[in-house]
């Protein structure tokens, strides 16, 4: 794609915007004469070749296709956090509720929490505006309800909405956008199209977007470590435009402080707010006489994952077995099984796939691992981790942003031996295994507990904002 260019945005005044805001960044041409339905089209197509250049160079041709011919997964009912029927209660506010609002929520797909972090926090950020009182839609960009996800939605009373595939969005967002007090859209590539197109129609609707993690800065790693160019140019570009679609939301959430930082320096004058990813820790996590075993968790279509498992499988865990011969490995996430350092795994290797009900994996392993060379945003793993009260070994750049010390609440090492050294010091040492577990409990009450999501929610929304 070619470079991107400042242009001022044909769209209505904002009222949550100053006047003092930079100007709309647009991709490629200046849309700003173009009829809606046709800037509308172009930007979204726009996005999808973009999206589809990067796959095609990080997966390939096979991978491409592959990653094209998946559709949404049906499911039965859907195991979220530990127990598998209703989600319990939100802890109540501290303070009192704010203004009930009207909220539509848009990504790429229906949630699905039992399979990524990305989805569950989306599923918590909605049980939290329905638990403090917010009307909340969810619109899928597929178009797809997968029946036991749209069902755990609509257990929250949330509405599941569809636009027509022949007339789109902008016909969707003239009938029905301006009846919300706010857009919510997870993801640059689909606010670099939707933001612009809900600047023309309902101005006055507040947008946010959600990064989930910044796209750009996990692209820009992946290319230094593979020593990529044409990735590097690739990862260039989507920084181009992700910051384009930061600019033109009235606040930006990202899920950690780092990330905040990072956009202060790129764009000084946008709202950013950190909203963190939600977790629930359990009251009573079992202790160390209770687990055996590592645990690895990642679906094998995320890039790090795929990269961290191959690491993890050739060159961290055989130093493990040398000095704990019966310790097993289980890896967790959907399609494991069919990448090639699975199938050719040793002894001692135990590959799940996708687990609906994680809850008796996380309550029985002894040590959760996270040996991830590039990414961005906050590992849901760890999370999920922590909560459970399991220590947890990881990278700096998987424990990046989540407010942890080294040797307080994680053991942090960045090679090979290193890593498959802290995991035999937390399995030989109980002291330092306790004071992990402890910790990491407490790290996630502190600051990936509901109320700290309501902080930046209601910073979001406050008046004058």
Request: charged letters at 25%; a positive charge; hydrophobic letters at 45%.
């Amino acid at each position: 794609m070619r470079e991107c260019m400042a242009v001022e945005s044909s769209a209505a005044p904002c009222p949550h915007r100053r006047a003092s805001d930079r100007p709309f960044i647009l991709p490629r041409a200046n849309y700003r004469n173009v009829p809606a339905f046709v800037s509308y089209h172009l930007r979204r197509l726009g996005s999808r070749l973009h999206r589809m250049r990067i796959a095609l160079r990080v997966r390939g041709w096979k991978g491409l296709l592959d990653r094209m011919a998946t559709t949404s997964v049906a499911a039965g009912p859907v195991a979220v956090a530990r127990t598998p029927g209703r989600p319990a209660a939100i802890p109540e506010p501290t303070a009192a509720l704010p203004v009930r609002r009207r909220v539509l929520m848009m990504d790429v797909s229906i949630p699905r929490p039992d399979r990524d972090s990305g989805s569950l926090r989306a599923y918590n950020l909605m049980r939290l505006l329905r638990a403090d009182g917010h009307d909340v839609d969810f619109l899928p960009d597929d178009g797809a309800w997968a029946d036991g996800y749209a069902e755990a939605l609509r257990g929250l009373g949330v509405g599941l909405r569809r636009a027509s595939r022949i007339a789109g969005y902008p016909s969707w967002f003239a009938r029905h956008l301006a009846d919300y007090d706010a857009l919510i859209v997870s993801r640059y590539h689909l606010a670099e199209f939707l933001v612009p197109l809900a600047r023309r129609i309902a101005p006055q609707v507040r947008v946010v977007l959600d990064t989930v993690d910044l796209h750009h800065l996990r692209e820009q790693r992946e290319a230094e470590l593979r020593g990529d160019d044409a990735l590097r140019r690739l990862a260039r570009s989507t920084r181009r435009r992700e910051l384009a679609a930061i600019s033109a939301a009235d606040t930006t959430w990202v899920v950690s402080p780092v990330e905040r930082e990072l956009l202060r320096q790129e764009l000084p004058s946008a709202r950013i707010e950190v909203l963190p990813n939600i977790h629930e820790t359990v009251a009573e996590p079992a202790g160390s006489g209770m687990r055996q075993g590592l645990l690895f968790v990642g679906g094998a279509r995320h890039p790090p994952n795929a990269d961290a498992i191959g690491w993890l499988l050739e060159d961290v865990f055989p130093r493990i077995r040398r000095e704990l011969p019966d310790c097993e490995l289980h890896l967790v996430g959907e399609g494991i099984s069919g990448l090639p350092q699975a199938r050719r795994a040793g002894a001692g290797v135990v590959v799940h796939d996708h687990v609906p009900d994680l809850a008796p994996l996380l309550d029985s392993c002894r040590i959760g691992l996270a040996p991830l060379r590039y990414g961005a945003g906050i590992k849901g793993k760890i999370n999920l981790y922590m909560a459970h009260g399991m220590p947890v070994v990881a990278t700096a750049c998987a424990a990046e942003g989540m407010h942890l010390e080294h040797e307080h609440d994680v053991l942090i090492a960045d090679d090979a031996q290193g890593l498959a050294s802290a995991v035999v010091r937390a399995c030989r040492e109980p002291a330092l295994w306790q004071r992990l577990a402890d910790n990491g409990v407490d790290n996630v009450r502190r600051h990936f507990s509901f109320d700290a999501a309501r902080s930046a929610i209601a910073a979001t929304f406050a008046p004058g904002r």
